[in-house]
Nanobody, 125 residues
Framework: QVQLVESGGGLVQAGGSLKLSCAASGRTFSSYGMGWFRQAPGKEREFVAAINWTGGSTYYADSVKGRFTISRDNAKKTVYLQMNSLKPEDTAVYYC??????????????????WGQGTQVTVSS
């Protein structure tokens, strides 16, 4: 069982940066693949970025590639999402998720086993 708590969201102007954190409980965090998803008002939850259990493999949605960076610190049981050059269309609730199959970088919601409660990111124009 893994519990996930996101933090770091807030209000930022377009072009600005934010760094999200997702702190995990449980002794087996290092064996999980981790992902970030987001959900804008009236839209479905969508994939943003994923990282495998070692941190050696990452994958990004085209919409954030080159602007966002996912990373993890297994000693701190934390996964991060550095978001640069933010745009108003990045406004959403951001969720982190844990995948029991740590070797993969999953892009599907259904592939994740545990979810955090989300943190709001608002980008003003």
């Amino acid at each position: 069982q893994v519990q996930l708590v996101e933090s770091g969201g807030g209000l930022v102007q377009a072009g600005g940066s934010l760094k999200l954190s997702c702190a995990a409980s449980g002794r087996t965090f290092s064996s999980y693949g981790m992902g970030w998803f987001r959900q804008a008002p009236g839209k479905e939850r969508e994939f943003v970025a994923a990282i495998n259990w070692t941190g050696g493999s990452t994958y990004y949605a085209d919409s954030v590639k080159g602007r966002f960076t996912i990373s993890r610190d297994n000693a701190k049981k934390t996964v991060y999402l550095q978001m640069n050059s933010l745009k108003p269309e990045d406004t959403a609730v951001y969720y982190c998720a844990a995948d029991n199959l740590g070797l993969r970088v999953g892009v599907r919601l259904s592939g994740y086993d545990y979810w955090g409660q989300g943190t709001q990111v608002t980008v003003s124009s």
